[in-house]
């Protein structure tokens, strides 16, 4: 990751250790920006490592089979993009992508993003304390063993997936992060542990979902220790239980389906105060809602209209809107 003094940091998301590196030497840019395109056909092995300004266009193959680093390394610098509609992937040590305290990144995938298990490899794609980053995925993204896309300390960044974004676990996380918006019309899929999109001890976090966020185990969305998180459901988030985990000053609105796919499980889990539940016509919810004991201030808003009728199951205490 980065070369000379360096200060080491750990994360972890439930037991799942995370290592990067913040820099505290000085940061020295590059005068001139750079632009390196690898044709259809053409065939890359070697990392590329991009500084403030620079353009990395990938039609062909980047397949970095040996090194330390990433396939693309994105270090402490502004403004780098990538635009990709062929293949990035590798085995690595690091992420496949891998942005570090980085400022402006532009990431445009229409083709595949792709991380190798057994090799050390974090994520397909890492932000680590980035900020005003843009993700736009229409292609695929995938990692079988660990993060599919991971933010972590970063901030004012937007994501938006018309794809898939596909991982073993954690196929989206935010952790230590604040003021992400995540637009996501495609496929969120964990596909055979937990945690499908996870909000993590984050702040001002809101997705807004009309596509399908699956796992094939718990929590297709689950918001822990994280303070104001807003999610608008239009689409589908289905899990085998625990789907919705709500934590505090939280909010959803709901007009789409909300499944626990296991016969008497939690389809909503309100675990943190002050959060608010509203299902607007079209709401399907199969599961259970429950509200833990010691929490105070949630609150369930119904919006069916006039005539319709609806039955759900609760536990804990509400305030009824």
């Given amino acids: ?44 092995s070697s990392s590329v490592t991009l500084n403030t300004g620079d353009i990395l266009t990938v039609e062909g193959l980047l397949n970095v089979t040996n090194g330390s680093d990433g396939s693309v390394i994105v270090n402490q610098y502004q403004g780098a993009t990538i635009v990709n509609s062929g293949t990035i992937k590798g085995t690595p040590a690091d992420s496949t992508i891998a942005a570090y305290l980085s400022n402006g990144l532009n990431l445009n995938n229409s083709g595949l993003i792709q991380a190798a298990v057994g090799h050390g490899a974090e994520a397909a794609i890492e ?29 004012n960044s937007y994501i938006n997936n018309s794809g898939t974004i596909s991982s073993g676990n954690y196929a989206y996380t935010s952790l230590d992060a604040s003021n992400i918006t995540f637009v996501n019309s495609g496929t969120i899929v964990t596909t055979s542990g937990d945690y499908a999109f996870t909000v993590e001890s984050s702040t001002n976090i809101s997705l807004e979902n009309s596509g399908n966020i699956i796992s094939y185990n718990q929590y297709g969305f689950r918001a822990a220790g994280a303070v104001n998180v807003s999610v608008t459901n239009t689409g ?50 199969l599961g259970l809602i429950v509200v833990d004991d010691e929490v105070t201030g949630a609150s369930l808003t119904m919006n069916h209209g006039a005539g319709a009728s609806y039955a759900y199951s609760t536990s804990g205490d509400f305030t009824l809107i």
């Fill in 1 to 44: 990751m980065f070369k000379g003094n360096e200060k080491l940091k750990n994360y972890s998301v439930s037991g799942k250790a995370i290592l990067f590196s913040a820099a505290i030497s000085a940061i020295s840019f590059p005068a001139l920006a750079t632009t390196t395109n690898i044709p259809q056909g053409n065939v890359v």
């Fill in 236 to 285: 589908s988030i289905i899990a085998n239980s625990e789907t919705v985990i709500l934590g505090t000053n939280n909010t959803l609105i709901n007009s789409g389906l909300i499944q626990a796919t296991t016969e008497g499980q939690n389809a909503i889990h309100v675990t943190g105060n002050d959060t608010s539940i509203v299902l607007n016509k079209g709401t399907q919810l």
């Fill in 127 to 155: 932000i680590v304390g980035a900020t005003n980053a843009s993700i736009y995925n229409s292609g695929e993204v995938i990692f079988s063993g660990g993060f599919g896309l991971l933010a972590a300390s970063a901030s």
